[in-house]
């Protein structure tokens, strides 16, 4: 699918935790042209590739990007206007070999994701193909992922006590996106009132799910049970399942020691704890259990809870196809998440899916903490055909875009299965 490309442009803008973004248009002939404005995460993995920031203190406390803008608008239009590409991965290669550095460094992760984006939005517009498909290979077919809808929030994600990050629930059982959708929603609806009633806060995390002052990730667990049952749904496997994301790196005290709830934990602990969770609660999933740093740790959890649950690597793993390759043969996790800013272009996201694919691992797309009203990792998900897909809570207008996008393409493309895949 050749294109040429006329028009490469960005501008600044607002996310979601009011910190600036990048919008950028890329201009195809014949009027075809898109915007892409990129996400950014909070609890981010140390191997990420890097966001340009200004670091200017007098504006936007340092957090402006009209370095990334100013590599946009200069370098990357130079090198992109006027010019033919075979493909996505043509122009992929060329955004990566301009930057000249691994991750991305020098023009910034920001710059090359969102011209990245804005191009193959644009190529599939003027194609006259749905983005989705655009994005699908021969790996898997698409389909449309699961929903995992956060709907308590910790972590870096919320100023509460609560370590853990995410607590999502996640309609298995659900045959289609807006029976899942509807079950997110009611759950949200009910857990609401439920700390109402218990007499907690309901204030709001980023991601859109509540920060109520609660310590103990046993109890919020708790919670979330009763939510689902409350809106009327199963637990487990054939009705709405948990999926947590503690983040660990975020509560690592130091190599392989943890601090949660007031108590210091080894991994060992840590995967005993887990253990203990799985026995007592419908969990599913869990990503980021311990820090990237405890490989020692991840490979004794993949031992004992792999053949249970999905094991899923984010900071450890951040959507490069080298590290999670090299995961795969150190038998850590058996699931990966897939965040495209973590690694820059929309190619090598492909590809670190389709190493996931290839080696039984499955994958799950995420947004970032920091986001926008950008959908594309809505078609993203549904293209790789990887059946998971994670984007906050039912609730907040940049959470729920990606979802509403989801619907969209279920209502447009009867024909496309719902499910995991597997
Ligand atoms: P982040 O959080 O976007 O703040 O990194 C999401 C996650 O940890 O999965
Ligand atoms: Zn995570």
Same mark, same amino acid.
């Given at each position: 699918?050749?294109?040429?490309?006329?028009?490469?442009?960005?501008?600044?803008?607002?996310?979601? @935790?009011?910190?600036?973004?990048?919008?950028?248009?890329?201009?195809?002939?014949?009027?075809?042209?898109?915007?892409?404005?990129?996400?950014?995460?909070?609890?981010?993995?140390?191997?990420?590739?890097?966001?340009?920031?200004?670091?200017?203190?007098?504006?936007?406390?340092?957090?402006?990007?009209?370095?990334?803008?100013?590599?946009?608008?200069?370098?990357?239009?130079?090198?992109?206007?006027?010019?033919?590409?075979?493909?996505?991965?043509?122009?992929?290669?060329?955004?990566?070999?301009?930057?000249?550095? #691994?991750?991305?460094?020098?023009?910034?992760?920001?710059?090359?994701?969102?011209?990245?984006?804005?191009?193959?939005?644009?190529?599939?517009?003027?194609?006259?193909?749905?983005?989705?498909?655009?994005?699908?290979?021969?790996?898997?077919?698409?389909?449309?992922?699961?929903?995992?809808?956060?709907?308590?929030?910790?972590?870096?994600?919320?100023?509460?006590?609560?370590?853990?990050?995410?607590?999502?629930?996640?309609?298995?059982?659900?045959?289609?996106?807006?029976?899942?959708?509807?079950?997110?929603?009611?759950?949200?609806?009910?857990?609401?009132?439920?700390?109402?009633?218990?007499?907690?806060?309901?204030?709001?995390?980023?991601?859109?799910?509540?920060?109520?002052?609660?310590?103990? #990730?046993?109890?919020?667990?708790?919670?979330?049970?009763?939510?689902?049952?409350?809106?009327?749904?199963?637990?487990?496997?054939?009705?709405?399942?948990?999926?947590?994301?503690?983040?660990?790196?975020?509560?690592?005290?130091?190599?392989?020691?943890?601090?949660?709830?007031?108590?210091?934990?080894?991994?060992?602990?840590?995967?005993?704890?887990?253990?203990?969770?799985?026995?007592?609660?419908?969990?599913?999933?869990?990503?980021?259990?311990?820090?990237?740093?405890?490989?020692?740790?991840?490979?004794?959890?993949?031992?004992?809870?792999?053949?249970?649950?999905?094991?899923?690597?984010?900071?450890?793993?951040?959507?490069? #196809?080298?590290?999670?390759?090299?995961?795969?043969?150190?038998?850590?996790?058996?699931?990966?998440?897939?965040?495209?800013?973590?690694?820059?272009?929309?190619?090598?996201?492909?590809?670190?899916?389709?190493?996931?694919? @290839?080696?039984?691992?499955?994958?799950?797309?995420?947004?970032?903490?920091?986001?926008?009203?950008?959908?594309?990792?809505?078609?993203?998900?549904?293209?790789?055909?990887?059946?998971?897909?994670?984007?906050?809570?039912?609730?907040?207008?940049?959470?729920?875009?990606?979802?509403?996008?989801?619907?969209?393409?279920?209502?447009?493309?009867?024909?496309? #299965?719902?499910?995991?895949?597997?």
């Amino acid at each position: 699918m050749t294109f040429h490309i006329t028009l490469v442009r960005a501008m600044e803008i607002l996310d979601s @935790r009011s910190r600036p973004t990048l919008s950028v248009t890329v201009g195809l002939p014949g009027g075809f042209s898109a915007h892409a404005a990129v996400p950014s995460g909070a609890s981010t993995g140390s191997q990420e590739a890097v966001e340009l920031r200004d670091n200017d203190p007098t504006r936007y406390h340092g957090a402006g990007v009209r370095r990334a803008i100013g590599h946009v608008n200069g370098e990357i239009a130079d090198a992109l206007r006027g010019r033919d590409f075979a493909d996505q991965a043509d122009l992929d290669r060329t955004l990566t070999t301009l930057d000249g550095t #691994p991750n991305a460094s020098r023009l910034g992760a920001n710059a090359l994701v969102g011209v990245s984006v804005a191009t193959a939005r644009a190529a599939a517009a003027q194609a006259g193909t749905p983005l989705w498909q655009y994005l699908s290979t021969d790996d898997a077919p698409p389909l449309l992922p699961v929903p995992h809808f956060n709907i308590v929030n910790g972590g870096a994600h919320a100023p509460n006590p609560l370590e853990f990050q995410e607590f999502m629930v996640a309609p298995l059982g659900a045959r289609t996106v807006a029976e899942a959708l509807r079950a997110g929603s009611e759950i949200y609806t009910c857990l609401r009132h439920r700390l109402t009633v218990c007499g907690h806060s309901t204030a709001l995390g980023d991601e859109g799910g509540f920060a109520p002052d609660v310590t103990e #990730p046993e109890y919020a667990l708790r919670l979330l049970v009763r939510a689902i049952t409350d809106a009327g749904y199963p637990t487990g496997p054939h009705g709405v399942a948990i999926a947590l994301d503690p983040a660990a790196n975020a509560f690592r005290q130091s190599e392989g020691v943890y601090r949660v709830n007031g108590q210091t934990l080894t991994s060992s602990d840590m995967i005993a704890r887990y253990r203990q969770m799985i026995d007592d609660f419908p969990i599913w999933s869990i990503e980021d259990g311990l820090a990237e740093d405890d490989r020692t740790g991840w490979a004794e959890l993949t031992r004992t809870l792999g053949s249970r649950i999905q094991l899923i690597g984010d900071d450890i793993f951040v959507t490069n #196809p080298t590290l999670i390759a090299q995961a795969v043969d150190d038998h850590i996790a058996n699931a990966a998440l897939i965040k495209p800013n973590q690694i820059g272009t929309v190619t090598e996201t492909l590809r670190a899916i389709t190493v996931c694919q @290839r080696a039984g691992y499955a994958a799950m797309i995420s947004h970032r903490s920091g986001e926008t009203d950008d959908t594309f990792i809505a078609d993203l998900a549904v293209g790789s055909g990887c059946g998971q897909i994670k984007s906050g809570a039912p609730a907040r207008g940049e959470r729920v875009a990606k979802y509403n996008r989801l619907l969209e393409i279920e209502y447009r493309h009867t024909e496309l #299965p719902y499910g995991l895949g597997r």
